[in-house]
Each structure stands twice: as structure tokens, then as C-alpha cells.
């Protein structure tokens, strides 16, 4: 499977396994992929490169996706954010960050392609 576009999206979560996972399956897909392992690795990846999504679990040792979303919208609109979780979160805390509740954990890697595609389609 090939993504038309070589979009770049930052993955970011704590949990090794899970992170890269998700990364290869991206990578299959056709995206630019990089890694964040916390917080701040993730905070510096949006300094430093040009990215299309963002995906962040709720929960990383340094910090939340929620605070991640929020450093994010304080510097751009555009680009999209999916939060993932392990534990039940409030969607009002997510909606208003992002355009969707978090997708909840496990999820298969092709539901979170379907979702970046959908999301990139509105725009």
C-alpha cells in the first residue's frame, strides 16, 4: 500500500512496542515517519521538521498528549492530531485539542491509517 504523498507524521509514545509498530506500518504505507519516545522528543521534532500529523498516545513518563496538543495548536492549526489511549480520558479534554476523541488502544494500524487519510481529506 503507497501514500500518494510522502506526508510526514510523528508518533509519539512511551511505550517502545507500541510506537513502533504503529511507525513501521506507517512506513509501509508510504509516510515519513519519526519517532518521539516522550514529551519533550516530540515537542523538539515540531521545532525542527515539517509535520502533517501528529500521533500521540495520552499518556507518556514525561507528560500527556493532551500537553503536546496544546503546545501544538499554540503553534499551528494545520497540522492534525490523533490521540491514542490506554486509559479512559475525557472527550471533552480531546475534542477540544483535536478534531476526535482518542482512538482507543489496542487499535489495528490500518484504523489509524483510515483515520490520517479521513483527516487529511477534510482538509
Not at 34 to 53: F, N, P, Q, W
Request: glycine letters at 4%; charged letters at 30%; proline letters at 2%.
Amino acid at each position: 500500500m503507497q501514500n500518494e504523498e510522502a506526508e510526514t507524521i510523528l508518533v509519539a509514545s512511551s511505550d517502545a512496542l507500541q510506537r513502533s509498530v504503529i511507525a513501521k506500518y506507517l512506513r509501509e504505507c508510504g509516510y515519513s515517519v519519526i519517532e518521539a519516545t516522550s514529551l519533550e522528543e516530540a515537542k523538539v521534532a515540531i521545532g525542527h521538521y515539517e509535520i502533517d500529523v501528529v500521533v500521540s498516545d495520552t499518556e507518556m513518563r514525561d507528560g500527556t498528549g493532551f500537553d503536546l496538543s496544546t503546545h501544538i495548536r499554540s503553534k499551528s492549526r494545520s497540522i492534525e492530531i490523533i490521540l491514542t489511549q490506554s486509559l479512559v480520558k475525557t472527550a471533552q479534554v480531546a475534542g477540544d485539542l483535536c478534531e476526535q476523541g482518542p482512538l482507543e488502544q489496542p487499535y489495528h494500524p490500518q484504523r489509524l491509517v483510515d483515520e490520517i487519510k479521513r483527516l487529511r481529506a477534510l482538509r
